[in-house]
């Protein structure tokens, strides 16, 4: 088993930058990607960026590219969001979760995850 724990979240506004963070705990040897999704009212989670734990670029969806960073910590088996240039549109709950598989980008592919952080972007 593994454990994830999120912090980070908060009100901002549009242009204003926030981290998140994700701390693992537990069987973390089993882990070889870990990524972050997000869900906002209404909608179905989605794919926001992921990193391989052993290293290596970052994937990310569209939406953020550019604005967003995904960054790990082996040490602190901590794994990071970088978040720059808020949009309201970047409202949501923030996830974040961890796979033994390479199919970083499919929500199914994740059996752990954390509980979540609300970020919320005002205009």
């Known amino acids: 088993q593994v454990q994830l724990v999120e912090t980070g979240g908060g009100l901002v506004q549009t242009g204003d930058s926030l981290r998140l963070s994700c701390a693992a705990s537990?069987?973390?040897?089993?882990?070889?990607?870990m990524g972050w999704f997000r869900q906002a009212p209404g909608k179905e989670r989605e794919f926001v960026g992921a990193?391989?734990?052993?290293?290596?670029?970052?994937s990310y969806a569209d939406s953020v590219k550019g604005r967003f960073t995904v960054s790990t910590d082996n040490a602190k088996i901590t794994m990071y969001l970088q978040m720059n240039s808020l949009k309201p549109e970047d409202t949501a709950i923030y996830y974040c979760a961890a796979t033994s598989t390479a199919r970083f980008r499919q929500p199914s592919a994740y059996p752990y995850w954390g509980q979540g952080t609300q970020v919320t972007v005002s205009s």
């Open positions: 537990g069987r973390t040897s089993s882990i070889n990607f």
């Open positions: 990193r391989g734990w052993g290293g290596g670029d970052a």
